[in-house]
Antibody
Framework: EVQLVESGGGLVQPGGSLRLSCAAS????????MSWVRQAPGKGLEWVST???????HYADSINGRFTISRDNSKSTLYLQMNSLRAEDTALYYC??????????????WGRGTMVTVSS | EIVMTQSPATLSVSPGERATLSCRAS??????LAWYQQKPGQAPRLLIY???TRAASIPARFSGSGSGTEFTLTISSLQSEDLAIYYC?????????FGEGTRVEMK
């Protein structure tokens, strides 16, 4: 079964840091681009970042260099290092897999998400 | 940034009737558009990619059409399990962007 399981969320003060992880199973992780998508409470979906199979990276403008996406193919795990967190980063963070190994840029498998709350 | 605009915000449809959801891009995205369904408390589910290709295990009552800047998701005969919020997403250029969603409710 293809599965993504996120972890690492929690409550953090403004300016703090968190590292999210996403453990993948059931597919050849190294051949697929992977992404993080977030959803603030009661709001819509917002793409955050993508890392390609070749480790090329892309980020939303709102991230402003504060987040770093990475992957460890030996562990089939995706990461998101989040620094200088702001209240507006409060959201459920989903890990998502590209539907195709190439440049489809749409997501067929999603995790259940991990909640990040930025508050003092 | 490509802005995605969905309409209507809420769509009320009787069971068994056709539901038509629209998505407009602020500039051409060719056929690089996806549709997702999200039910309360659940992760999004991919319905359509490449504007018209149904994802795996998606019922045939869901279909997508369009290219350029105008796209449509059609649910041919609405079932109770189709009540959800539907999002479109452009896959053409960075940053990837989603529409604000259309809520489908039962009339």
């Amino acid at each position: 079964e293809v599965q993504l399981v996120e972890s690492g969320g929690g409550l953090v003060q403004p300016g703090g840091s968190l590292r999210l992880s996403c453990a993948a199973s059931g597919f050849t992780f190294s051949t697929y681009a992977m992404s993080w998508v977030r959803q603030a409470p009661g709001k819509g979906l917002e793409w955050v970042s993508t890392i390609g199979a070749g480790s090329d990276t892309h980020y939303a403008d709102s991230i402003n260099g504060r987040f770093t996406i990475s992957r460890d193919n030996s562990k089939s795990t995706l990461y998101l290092q989040m620094n200088s967190l702001r209240a507006e980063d409060t959201a459920l963070y989903y890990c998502a897999k590209y539907v195709l190994p190439g440049a489809a840029r749409s997501f067929d498998i999603w995790g259940r998400g991990t909640m990040v709350t930025v508050s003092s | 940034e490509i802005v995605m605009t969905q309409s209507p915000a809420t769509l009320s449809v009787s069971p068994g009737e056709r539901a038509t959801l629209s998505c407009r891009a602020s500039q051409s995205v060719s056929s690089k558009l996806a549709w997702y369904q999200q039910k309360p408390g659940q992760a999004p589910r991919l319905l359509i990619y490449g504007a018209s290709t149904r994802a795996a295990s998606i019922p045939a009552r869901f279909s997508g059409s369009g290219s350029g800047t105008e796209f449509t998701l059609t649910i041919s005969s609405l079932q109770s399990e189709d009540l959800a919020i539907y999002y479109c997403q452009q896959c053409h250029d960075w940053p990837l962007t989603f529409g604000e969603g259309t809520r489908v409710e039962m009339k």
